[in-house]
């Protein structure tokens, strides 16, 4: 079984539990994305061509986009089984839906 790793969120001091394997995810896709935005600003430095700076910048996009949304579908799980067992989900569903349209 995966050890448990907090991962504390700016929600008001809202704390979700995520699996190692899923906070690895998306500390994989943030890196990358990282990486990836300082290959677009190198280009903007080099003046090359707009095409390609924007391909990147899309896949830069996208991996922002992937990462937000593990975390996300972490914290749909986490208020599913929440109310499963009987306990106060960790987020409200109106709060979940509000970052969750942040993203899109």
Same mark, same amino acid.
């Given at each position: 079984?995966?050890?448990?790793?907090?991962?504390?969120?700016?929600?008001?001091?809202?704390?979700? #539990?995520?699996?190692?394997?899923? @906070? /690895?995810?998306?500390?994989?896709? $943030?890196? =990358? &994305?990282?990486?990836?935005?300082?290959?677009?600003?190198?280009?903007?430095?080099?003046?090359?061509?707009? #095409?390609?700076?924007?391909?990147? @910048? /899309?896949?830069?996009?996208?991996? $922002?986009? =992937? &990462?937000?949304?593990?975390?996300?579908?972490?914290?749909?799980?986490?208020?599913?089984?929440?109310?499963?067992?009987?306990?106060?989900?960790?987020?409200?569903?109106?709060?979940?839906?509000?970052?969750?349209?942040?993203?899109?």
């Amino acid at each position: 079984m995966l050890d448990e790793v907090r991962a504390h969120t700016a929600i008001r001091g809202t704390t979700m #539990e995520m699996d190692a394997s899923v @906070l /690895a995810d998306a500390l994989t896709r $943030l890196k =990358r &994305a990282h990486g990836q935005l300082g290959g677009v600003i190198a280009m903007i430095e080099n003046a090359e061509d707009c #095409e390609r700076v924007l391909t990147q @910048l /899309a896949a830069v996009s996208k991996a $922002l986009d =992937r &990462a937000g949304f593990k975390i996300i579908s972490t914290g749909l799980q986490q208020c599913q089984l929440a109310r499963d067992t009987g306990q106060e989900p960790p987020i409200t569903p109106e709060r979940l839906e509000k970052l969750f349209l942040a993203l899109s």
